[in-house]
């Protein structure tokens, strides 16, 4: 029996490469490739004034899962990117999902991340604010320190946070939509569960040392000040993170931690308001 996972994976491939986007791998390092979706077809004048826009994934699926140019990366140990180095901390694969972009001849971007992807685009914003134009965050909070992540757990009775996001049952994953949205259908079949059991937790042991490297300590977190517009597109039922930050935000009603899939509409709609804003915003 086909998985239907699988499936949807392939058709949504077939979709990108005929919306002018195809897959390229980058050699990071030796031993470091990351894969990236990207421009096909050269761009016309108006579309390379144009931000270009990289969209970084959350813990729950690859990268894969217009009017500007856009990058979506496979972030280390999910899809096609992989590595034999040790190091699994947020800084690290920022570092290669920037030298990823520069050897794709990116120079100047928007970063639009969701849940772990957005922590990923803070520490970008942080670390190389000459690439970054602006950042666009949906379902995460700057850093996740211990004391939050404590609090956070506890509020889910949860021990750690691979018990959540990397669950060991097909049962498990519908418990993680339960969670990460605002209404999870009951119509929906256990089938949809299983098949996404299957083939979207591979490198369990790699993902679990990302998820434990994220947490820092309380008195290692100082808060950046970046030069960046902040845009916030946050669901406003997001039972796993509560927000805490200061920053423009836009809530999404009946929506919870994976807005983008709940409510894309409306989701797009405000992603498309920030983009625009950002092309005729002269202080950028």
Not at 19 to 45: L, Q, S
């Amino acid at each position: 029996m086909v998985n239907t996972v699988t499936l949807y994976k392939s058709l949504l491939q077939t979709l990108m490469k005929l919306g002018g986007v195809e897959p390229r791998k980058v050699e990071i390092e030796p031993g470091t490739v990351m894969n990236f979706w990207v421009p096909t077809k050269p761009k016309t004048e108006e579309i390379i004034q144009k931000p270009r826009v990289v969209f970084v994934h959350g813990f729950g699926a690859d990268g894969i899962l217009t009017h500007y140019s856009v990058y979506v990366p496979d972030l280390l140990f999910f899809g096609g990117s992989t590595t034999s180095a040790r190091n699994r901390s947020p800084r690290f694969q920022t570092e290669c999902l920037a030298t990823g972009l520069r050897k794709l001849g990116v120079e100047r971007c928007v970063v639009v991340g969701l849940s772990y992807g957005g922590m990923i685009g803070f520490k970008m914003g942080e670390l190389y604010p000459d690439l970054v134009q602006a950042i666009v965050v949906c379902g995460f909070m700057e850093a996740l320190t211990e004391s939050l992540s404590s609090a956070r757990l506890k509020g889910l009775g949860q021990r750690r946070w691979s018990d959540i996001l990397l669950p060991a049952t097909a049962e498990g994953v519908k418990e993680l939509f339960r969670v990460a949205t605002h209404w999870l259908p009951p119509w929906i079949p256990n089938r949809i569960f299983k098949d996404y059991f299957e083939v979207m937790f591979s490198h369990r042991k790699e993902r679990e040392e990302l998820l434990e490297a994220m947490v820092i300590k309380d008195e290692d977190f100082t808060p950046h000040h970046y030069h960046q517009r902040i845009f916030v597109v946050w669901g406003d039922d997001d039972k796993l993170f509560h927000l805490e930050l200061k920053a423009k935000l836009q809530y999404i009603e009946k929506a919870g931690h994976l807005a983008q899939l709940e409510r894309p509409c409306v989701y797009n709609a405000h992603l498309k308001q920030i983009l625009a804003s950002l092309t005729t915003d002269k202080q950028l």
